[in-house]
């Protein structure tokens, strides 16, 4: 084996150690040159404890950290706090349009924590048409989660999130009239029946 592909190699292993050792890394990013420090970005991230570290290597310098999850990382877990779990609304056809509803309704009072169903990345926080308040979070499996009309987001674009995170509090912003959480599940890109992952 090459001395460069050794180098290269002692190198992953070290920075996996340090991840899984302290379950938090401070990655630092090039962003241009390497000899160029003014163009050094810091990231501090806590690894989720069911992701890994992809490490994006090229010549033997590291590029980039970027956040992968394994297949079984999947929305397993309810929304929302323990209290509340009833589902008003469910993933059909409904009103006079019968417009498919894509999502479930969970009634919670205003204020209910709402937290992360699985670990991943926040592909959106903010204002969505007819949503209000809504947090996504990209599962990166082929997974997506939304949580709409929250009253407000604790999240922003980009975070790195475990399961259980809160990332907002429920509310009845955008297109509601009562206090409750939309919660969607896609895969693929597309909208699935998020009942099949709630049976807890
Ligand atoms: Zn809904």
């Known amino acids: 084996m090459k001395p460069r592909h050794v180098a290269v190699r002692a190198l992953f292993c070290l ?10 890394a401070t990655l630092t990013k090039h962003a241009a040159a390497p000899d160029d420090a003014s163009d050094t970005k810091t990231i501090t991230a806590v690894a989720p404890p069911e992701a890994y570290l992809a490490i994006v ?4 310098r590291v590029l980039a950290y970027v956040y992968t999850a ?8 309810w929304p929302v706090e323990a209290s509340g779990r009833y589902i008003s609304d469910c993933f059909k056809p409904s009103g006079r349009s ?3 509803h894509k999502g479930v309704d969970i009634i919670v009072p205003r204020g209910t924590p709402v937290c992360a169903s699985a670990g991943g990345r926040v592909s959106f926080a903010g204002l ?21 009309h929250l009253d407000f987001t604790l999240v922003t674009a980009g975070d790195i999130l475990s399961s259980g995170d809160q ?25 699935v029946n998020p009942e099949a992952f709630l049976k807890q």
């Open 167 to 191: 990332i907002g509090c429920a509310g009845h912003s955008g297109n509601a009239t009562t206090d409750h959480l939309h919660y969607e599940i896609h895969k693929n890109g597309q909208p």
């Open 15 to 24: 920075m996996l150690l340090t991840v899984l050792t302290s379950g938090c």
């Open 70 to 77: 394994p297949p079984s990382q999947i929305p397993a877990i």
């Open 128 to 148: 969505g048409r007819g949503y209000g308040h809504m947090v996504k979070i990209d599962h990166l499996n082929g997974y997506e989660t939304w949580y709409a």
């Open 98 to 100: 019968r417009q498919q």
């Open 57 to 60: 290597e090229d010549v033997g």
